[in-house]
């Protein structure tokens, strides 16, 4: 089947209620998940091929996949392009103020002169 013809595989969403700490935890354990996670704190949404990152396509993409898995982040297609916001309301709603407590922290270490 030609490329152009090739349907891309739906992506899975769980429900507020579904999202589980340990996954939210284990997809923000990543420095590459934590900056396309910080990115999204300050720009809502984004296509996927913008985030400030190095590494291969198909290791972002894996990191999109855990973190949308996760139900950190929504991902929609629009035409060829896939955009990503933060899930931050529904993360909030099943485990308030975890979130904001995980990027504090990493971003304490980051700059441990901030302290």
Same mark, same amino acid.
């Given at each position: 089947?030609?490329?152009?013809? !090739?349907? !891309?595989?739906? +992506?899975?969403?769980? &429900?507020?209620? &579904? *999202?589980?700490l340990l996954d939210v935890l284990h997809a923000l354990?990543? =420095?590459?998940?934590?900056? *396309? $996670?910080?990115?999204?704190? %300050?720009?809502? &949404?984004? %296509?996927?091929?913008? #985030? =400030?990152?190095? $590494? %291969?396509?198909?290791t972002l993409t894996h990191h999109f996949r855990v973190?949308?898995?996760a139900g950190v982040i929504r991902q929609r297609e629009?035409?060829?392009?896939?955009?990503?916001?933060?899930?931050?309301?529904?993360?909030?709603?099943? #485990?308030?103020?975890?979130?904001? %407590?995980? $990027?504090?922290?990493?971003?304490?270490? +980051?700059? =441990?002169?901030?302290?």
């Open positions: 089947m030609p490329r152009s013809q !090739r349907r !891309r595989a739906t +992506l899975v969403h769980p &429900e507020t209620g &579904e *999202i589980d354990s990543d =420095p590459t998940r934590m900056t *396309i $996670v910080r990115t999204l704190r %300050a720009d809502p &949404e984004r %296509a996927c091929g913008t #985030f =400030p990152v190095d $590494v %291969a396509p198909s973190l949308r898995e629009d035409g060829n392009r896939r955009w990503t916001t933060l899930r931050l309301g529904d993360l909030d709603a099943r #485990f308030p103020g975890v979130l904001d %407590a995980v $990027v504090t922290a990493y971003e304490r270490d +980051l700059d =441990p002169a901030s302290v």
